[in-house]
């Protein structure tokens, strides 16, 4: 009964998260179409093509090529993907999958480039409208039969941000939820409490700071997790409506309500106070993650993705064993409350259209998201929460961490759905990385940003 009532949040809580995700355009950014081959290439391509489809029916040498966001192969996602890969090369002695893997934004970068020259087999995606929708009308995904999943155990609602005009297109990885790591050993060291409000969480970090420690280690380089934090904290500013001021601000160009005016405003204090690292709006991932597990800093902002640290054996002990989250606290006057949360389905994998071995690689793709793969050994593996129920995989054995990341998605009243930065065309999510770098550190007015913003959705 206990497994089919967390079953049943965990449904609840993602579809309420589709029927409120964003709306996004198009722009000129888009990722262009190949251009058009001469007659020669086409035949050469064409032979190629046949030649791996004869190979891949008569059960012949097959060769997949994966590119993944994934570049650390021994820990979370990057383990759980490489395992996979390496049962399915046993289980198939004629299929070699050659893995090229970047760091998130040298891989959106270069995928961009195989978008116009020619896609790897497998590649991962984001059900996201500033990421899919332009890689959707450049045709280069492989379309997928919807029923062949049904069996999958997808949490309701889960494909949809992978689907155009009813088709899908792709398969969601995660349900990603912000979060605040934090040293719980630090905490009762010192005598910290775990904040409820925003004012609270300001004077644990004057508190934190008076200790000589780094209050919150935050990756402002990347320009994309303070976007997401920004959401974090909109989302308790305007409760359940913060998916429709979204998408209106996105439609109309115009940032000016008063609730995206007062989370931004509200970014802008955190950074005064000296909540994050010095140099944080330059800093990347790595480094803001090594300050967290090193013991410089008491809590980092991040995603639920990197539950996994709990298991990182690369990690001491003492930091490992005692690392704890909490989502943003409710903020004085808004709409949200504790149980209003930032969350979303987040990366997945797709098929290139034009594989030579397509058959193949959607053969792969579906033994991934077997319900005892991905999601079974991601659960196992500490690195947070599945777009497929893992609950048939609870042992009792679990990491604290993980007890408390589904504890936070099965309390969960409501969940935001797209993050801000993914709402709009890519000159808006461009626009909006870009830019909250100067917003925070105030060498840009809060007006000033949310113009810049806007203009980059007309």
């Known amino acids: 009964m206990k497994k089919k009532m967390i079953a049943s949040l965990l449904t609840a809580a993602m579809a309420v998260s589709m029927l409120t995700g964003c709306g996004g355009g198009n722009d000129s950014s888009a990722p262009a179409a190949t251009d058009t081959p001469s007659a020669a290439q086409e035949e050469t391509d064409s032979s190629a093509a046949d030649d791996s489809a004869a190979a891949e029916s008569a059960g012949g040498d097959v060769t997949i090529k994966l590119f993944s966001n994934l570049p650390d ?18 289980a198939n002695p004629n299929v070699t999958i050659e ?132 959401t974090d904290i909109l989302v308790k500013v305007s409760g359940i409506n913060y998916a429709d001021i979204v998408s209106n601000a996105v439609a109309t160009g115009d940032f000016g309500a008063p609730e995206i005016k007062q989370a931004t405003e509200l970014l802008v204090q955190f950074a005064d106070a000296g909540m994050f690292q010095v140099g944080y709006d330059s800093q990347d991932y790595g480094t803001t993650m090594n300050l967290f597990t090193n013991g410089q800093a008491a809590m980092y902002c991040m995603g639920s993705w990197d539950a996994s640290m709990a298991l990182n054996e690369d990690i001491a002990p003492e930091i490992r064993d005692n690392i704890r989250a909490f989502t943003m606290p409710t903020v004085s006057g808004g709409k949200g409350g504790a149980n209003d949360i930032a969350a979303w389905n987040g990366g997945g994998y797709a098929v290139s259209a034009n594989s030579a071995v397509k058959d193949e690689a959607i053969k792969f793709l579906n033994y991934m998201y077997q319900p005892d793969k991905l999601s079974k050994y991601g659960w196992e593996n500490g690195v947070g929460m599945s777009a497929q129920d893992q609950t048939a995989y609870l042992t009792g054995s679990e990491t604290e961490l993980q007890k408390q ?17 993914d709402c709009g065309p890519s000159a808006f999510k461009t626009a909006i990385e870009s830019e909250i770098q100067g917003v925070s550190n105030g060498s840009t007015s809060v007006d000033d940003f949310l113009a810049a913003i806007g203009a980059a959705c007309r």
């Open 73 to 90: 192969r021994k820990n979370g996602q990057g383990l759980v993907e490489q395992m996979i890969i390496d049962e399915y090369m046993d």
């Open 405 to 421: 990341i589904m504890d936070i998605l099965k309390n969960a009243t409501s969940v935001s759905g797209t993050p801000i930065n």
């Open 99 to 230: 893995v090229e893997a970047l760091d998130e934004e040298a891989y959106k970068t270069k995928f961009k480039a195989y978008a116009m020259d020619g896609m790897p087999d497998v590649v991962s995606i984001w059900g996201q409208p500033s990421f899919l929708d332009e890689v959707l009308d450049a045709g280069v995904l492989a379309e997928l039969n919807e029923e062949d999943y049904l069996d999958y155990n997808f949490i309701a609602g889960s494909l949809e941000g992978f689907k155009k005009d009813d088709k899908l297109y792709g398969l969601p990885r995660n349900t990603d939820i912000m979060l605040f790591y934090y040293n719980q050993k630090m905490f009762d060291d010192n005598g910290w409490k775990v904040p409820a409000t925003t004012d609270d969480l300001l004077t644990l970090c004057e508190d934190i700071q008076a200790a000589g420690i780094t209050p919150v280690a935050m990756d402002g380089g990347d320009g994309w997790p303070m976007a997401c934090f920004l």
